[in-house]
């Protein structure tokens, strides 16, 4: 079977509160999936749930966990055990701007372990119980910024490197497995996540349309770059030597950040 519905007909979903989370979400209920949601926000989850269950008479079921906190993690990984998942998007993160020196800590070590530590318990439980021989999917979120260090966003870019690494390796050993996996890498989008991180994101897309875009490609191919400028801003620093795509970056995260070039 070709598209999305090769994959068992059930997803859990991290970050589904809001942004590209939500935009999954909604996509996935218009092709018939029951739905797991995962986010901080319950009240908001449950918004979410009765429309989707209203509009597309789908089963969701929502749990609200703070990935910040490994025993919220341990409880979600462990609750994969008793499902039989055929796609996980986990869209859960968030970023900082500013000066590493005057950034908080404890706010850089729980976006690891949001962004980077969460993922791997997921994907490693998901991969290791594997029920059957069905096809899966994972979708894992880098950046546009996770291909060179970026100044005054160095905690958030750095672990979207890791995220592009570890999808691409992923990738490589699961091909011939039934298993695909994808990293979406998008630019500036319009979600909450500069209000959470400091920053001023000017010229940002909607998430409107990612999922549709991600989900096409899907087993296709390793890395997606959705929306224009994305694709615009990728293409036109991938020609340049990593030093100076780092430099270009410094001014337009400058701009975001303290609007000025920092």
Avoid at 61 to 80: A, F, I, P
Avoid at 110 to 138: A, L, T, W, Y
Avoid at 213 to 242: A, D, H, N
């Amino acid at each position: 079977m070709n598209g999305i519905k090769r994959y068992k007909l059930n997803a859990l979903i991290t970050g589904a509160s809001s942004g590209i989370g939500k935009d999954f979400a909604y996509e996935l209920a218009k092709n018939g999936y029951s739905l797991t949601l995962v986010a901080r926000d319950l009240g908001r989850l449950n918004e979410i749930k009765h429309d989707l269950e209203s509009k597309y008479k789908i089963k969701v079921k929502v749990d609200s966990k703070d990935l910040s906190k490994n025993t919220e993690t341990n409880e979600l990984v462990n609750g994969l055990k008793s499902e039989d998942y055929g796609l996980v998007v986990l869209a859960a993160g968030y970023g900082s701007g500013g000066k590493f020196h005057s950034l908080d800590l404890d706010t850089e070590l729980n976006m690891i372990d949001v962004n980077c530590r969460s993922v791997v318990q997921i994907c490693h439980e998901f991969i290791q119980h594997r029920k059957d021989e069905s096809p899966k999917g994972i979708v894992l979120f880098g950046s546009l910024v996770g291909f060179q260090g970026v100044p005054w966003t160095a905690t958030y870019a750095a672990t979207k490197a890791f995220i592009q690494s570890f999808a691409e390796a992923l990738s490589g050993e699961y091909i011939n497995k039934g298993i695909d996996i994808i990293s979406v890498a998008p630019g500036p989008v319009k979600t909450s996540f500069g209000n959470r991180a400091g920053m001023v994101m000017g010229n940002a897309q909607s998430p409107d349309g990612i999922a549709k875009e991600v989900l096409r490609k899907l087993g296709k191919t390793v890395t997606v770059r959705p929306g224009f400028l994305s694709k615009f801003l990728g293409y036109s620093l991938i020609t340049l030597p990593r030093n100076l795509r780092t430099f270009v970056l410094k001014q337009i995260m400058g701009q975001m950040v303290f609007g000025s070039k920092g």
